[in-house]
């Protein structure tokens, strides 16, 4: 009995042992892509199909990703096109990998302009979205020229929560108005920049150059 | 003004200020003289008595380990004679066994061949009967004078040609027994090509056990040199542990090299087997650990396969077991070492699938077309030398056990010699602050009696003045040389 019970505590100090060695930490990233496809924008959406090429030859096994379309309402699960969580095994994760590229592959094909641009909606999707799968780095990526417009009923005027996201603005293009008074966009910008940290995001980028996104996502 | 120290009289003025403050400290330093010179005298005791301690401390240690150092060396090296000394009469015996178990055999045929060779010599000794005696007789009928008579010249003739068929007769006979001679000399070839051949055999062997002869002697030699504790004995030891202990480091960081390919090879595979995303630690991925398990695993059966085969001795215990449970252990440790190394090889393989996959995934992703791989055969080398590397690289890890236990054996003299170096460098160090300590303050007190040199003058003139002879404090001069001295 005595050397029973001895046996069982060495068992219990081993799992023990075991488990402090294992690193708890979540060592995952998950990204949420939101596309713009209202107004004229749309028509840079094929430009967001190689963003997801990118980060599907970027992100390793275990990582998430999602796309997701800004609309007049983007506050709705309707609106992710794609996500995945690829798998440990790293031939699963490219049979995911293959399949997602398909399904945006169709979604720039069939893709149409919305009448209003509801970023925050989007931001809200995403930051819910990022910190259901527990990953130990969440990116919300926004490929849109970073001009919201709400129809008169949407209401997304309070504070949002953003805590340990990283926001980063993606192919954030001139408007007309930008080029005859650079300082919308840059205040466009800057109003965005307040939103964001306001929200508690621990960073906030703008990439306009595809290129710099490797540095930043795997920094 | 405010921010002058509070010590100068005369703030614009340093110097001026701390010479008055030196006339003022004057007196006070030479009332103090006597104090001044104990304290320094007692701090440089204070320092550098458990200084010298410590360093006599570790110089006893450093002997005290060296003796320990020696002890071991020559215990191990007299456990390896006594080892090369079995061998050598293992092999002695070996070669006795072989060579000589036909030695009697040899010797019964060389004796047949050297007795049928003197029967032929004697045969060759039986020259053909002399000429007859009547020769003598011819000779004399040779001197008869015929005289032109014709019974005597008839006689003559017939002599003549009976001596000459007679002649041609025995000549025969000489030619017959000298040819039947030649023929036993050209018989005897063989048997001396033979006999030869015997003897040169019975050489070789006789001389390669000579070696082995002088092999054991040069041990015997060494042996008796390690058991005299002779300092030649020691420094050989110790020299060629040293040689050992390099040896082995280089090529222990060779195999680590083999073991980092062979990581290279199986840790993208192993990710497919327990996942990619678990972390062991902030960069340490679990299939990484779990590759590294899978070569120290093939290390430790390459270990106990060494060990059961007898080429190595770190573990006692195995060689003293029983030697059916010790073939049983060492098959075992073949096979799963066997098995490892099939697991490998696939895991090879695998690696090169994955990467196909990555890249054709990568390829299709890439807004540009990529060049299309070269097919055929030429394709599968990479495939295979990597498979052949998986396979092979287990059995190379698995004579990492002969230059771990010649490393683990070496370094032990190595690292104690290197420890008693260590030990005696820190004494010597030591010494050296001591006296370094106790010399400064003997010139701290010569300094102090510079410093207050000219009440010192004036005490030694007042007392020359005087003219006392016998004088309890000794003149100023005098002090500082006194201290200088040893005390």
């Known amino acids: ?66 796309v997701a379309r800004v609309r007049s309402r983007s506050f709705s699960e309707k609106d992710i096109i794609a996500k995945a969580t690829f798998d440990g095994r790293p031939t699963q994760a490219n049979a995911q990998k293959r399949v997602f590229r398909d399904q945006i592959a169709e979604f720039t094909k069939t893709a149409r302009g919305s009448a209003y641009t509801d970023i925050t909606g989007g931001l809200i999707q995403g930051a819910m979205f990022l910190n259901e799968t527990g990953a130990g780095k969440k990116t919300i990526l926004i490929f849109s020229d970073m001009q919201e417009e709400l129809d008169k009923t949407t209401i997304r005027n309070f504070p949002i929560d953003l805590k340990e996201i990283r926001v980063v603005a993606v192919n954030v293009v001139k408007l007309k108005a930008d080029n005859i008074d650079p300082r919308r966009y840059t205040g466009r910008l800057e109003a965005w920049q307040k939103r964001v940290e306001d929200a508690g995001a621990s960073e906030w980028h703008v990439i306009n150059d595809i290129e710099h996104l490797d540095a930043l996502l795997k920094s | 003004m405010g921010d002058s120290p509070r010590w100068m009289i005369w703030p614009e003025n340093i110097a001026l200020s701390a010479l008055i403050l030196f006339l003022v400290a004057l007196p006070f330093l030479y009332a103090a003289r006597k104090p001044a010179h104990d304290l320094l005298r007692s701090i440089g005791r204070l320092a550098d008595g458990p200084l010298r301690l410590a360093a006599r401390w570790l110089l006893a240690a450093a002997a005290d380990m060296k003796e320990r150092n020696k002890s071991v060396l020559l215990a191990h090296g007299r456990e390896e004679v006594e080892q090369h000394i079995a061998r050598e009469f293992e092999r002695v015996a070996a070669l006795v066994k072989r060579d000589l178990e036909g030695y009697p055999a040899l010797q019964r045929k060389l004796l047949d061949e050297i007795t049928r060779v003197e029967e032929d010599y004697r045969k060759c ?155 062991l630690t902030a960069t340490l991925r679990t299939s990484e650990v779990a590759a590294l398990v899978i070569i120290f695993v093939e290390a430790t059966m390459g270990l106990f396969l060494m060990e059961t085969l007898r080429v190595t001795h770190l573990f006692p215990r195995v060689s003293n077991l029983p030697e059916r449970l010790r073939k049983r ?156 001295e040893q005390p």
């Not at chain 2, 006789?206 to 040069?218: G, N, Q, W």
């Not at chain 2, 890890?397 to 820190?426: C, D, H, K, N």
């Not at chain 2, 010494?431 to 040199?453: E, H, K, W």
Request: aromatic share 6%; net charge negative; charged share 20%.
């Open chain 1, 1 to 66: 009995m005595m050397r029973r019970n001895l046996v069982a505590a060495a068992a219990a100090l081993a799992a023990l042992v075991l488990a402090g060695c294992t690193d708890q930490r979540s060592h995952a990233q998950a990204v949420y892509l939101l596309v713009d496809t209202s107004g004229t924008y749309a028509e840079e959406v094929d430009k967001a199909q190689l963003i997801v090429n990118y980060l599907l030859g970027t992100l390793q096994s275990g990582d998430s990703l999602a």
């Open chain 2, 125 to 279: 000794g039986e020259v053909p009967p002399p000429a007859p005696e009547w020769v003598e007789a011819l000779a004399a009928i040779t001197t008869i004078k015929s005289n032109g008579n014709e019974m005597v010249q008839r006689v003559l003739e017939e002599i003549n040609r009976s001596v000459t068929e007679i002649h041609e007769k025995a000549l025969v006979e000489y030619r017959n027994a000298y040819e039947t001679r030649h023929k036993i000399l050209d018989g005897f070839m063989p048997f001396w090509r033979s006999l030869d051949a015997n003897l040169t055999q019975a050489d070789k062997k006789l001389s390669s056990l000579h070696e082995r002869a002088a092999a054991i002697d040069a041990q015997m030699e060494r042996y008796e040199l390690i058991v005299a504790r002779s300092d030649k004995a020691e420094h050989g030891l110790t020299l060629s542990a040293l040689t050992q202990f390099v040896v082995a480091t280089l090529v222990m960081a060779i195999a680590a090299g083999g073991a980092l390919i062979n990581f290279k090879l199986i840790a993208l595979p192993m990710s497919e087997m327990v996942g990619a995303g678990d972390y």
């Open chain 2, 329 to 484: 252990m060492m098959w075992t440790a073949f096979v799963l070492l066997l098995t490892l190394a099939g697991i490998e090889a696939a895991l090879a393989l695998m690696r090169d699938m994955l990467i196909a996959d990555k890249q054709a995934l990568l390829q299709s992703l890439a807004a540009t077309q990529q060049a299309a791989a070269a097919d055929g055969w030429l394709a599968h080398i990479p495939t295979a030398g990597q498979m052949l590397l998986g396979f092979i690289l287990p059995f190379a890890l698995a004579f990492i056990a002969i230059p771990l236990e010649s490393f683990m054996t070496s370094a032990r003299t190595v690292g104690g010699a290197a420890l008693v170096i260590l030990v005696r460098a820190t004494a010597f160090v030591l010494r050296v602050a001591g006296n370094l300590l106790r010399q400064s303050t003997r010139a701290l007190i010569i300094v102090y009696d510079v410093v207050i040199g000219v009440p010192l003058l004036i005490e030694h003139w007042v007392k020359a003045s005087r003219g006392a002879a016998a004088d309890d404090a000794p003149p100023a001069t005098r002090t500082v040389l006194e201290v200088g």
